[in-house]
């Protein structure tokens, strides 16, 4: 099985920082994109930020300037520097990766349980 497990999620005032990570276990043979996602009360899960196996990264347009995606690849972790943070950017962020599990041919998305990320004003 593979496991996405989140951390560095908060609370922030306007204006602060914060950094999350991802880290993926489990019988991976590869992973390609990874990403973030968040979902907000009553709103629908959203992309942040994506980045590629060759660090291409892709980032919506409210978060561009301000957040940043890494990769770690060979500790299959990806991060998401988050700053210059706005109370809009309270939502639970969610991790995805999509992973080729040891033995198989093809990809799966897989998502995280998710981190509370809180701004106040």
């Known amino acids: 099985q593979v496991q996405l497990v989140e951390s560095g999620g908060g609370l922030v005032q306007a204006g602060g920082s914060l950094r999350l990570s991802c880290a993926a276990s489990?019988?991976?043979?590869?992973?390609?994109?990874m990403g973030w996602y968040r979902q907000a009360p009553g709103k629908q899960r959203e992309l942040v930020a994506t980045?590629?196996?060759?660090?291409?990264?892709n980032y919506a347009d409210s978060v561009k300037g301000r957040f940043t995606i890494s990769r770690d690849t060979a500790k299959n972790t990806v991060y998401l520097q988050m700053n210059s943070l706005k109370p809009d950017d309270t939502a639970v962020y969610y991790c995805?990766?999509?992973?080729?599990?040891?033995?198989?041919?093809?990809?799966?998305?897989?998502w995280g349980q998710g981190t509370q990320v809180t701004v106040s004003s």
């Open positions: 489990g019988s991976i043979a590869s992973i390609r994109t």
């Open positions: 980045v590629t196996t060759g660090t291409r990264a």
């Open positions: 995805n990766a999509d992973v080729r599990r040891a033995g198989l041919t093809f990809y799966l998305p897989y």
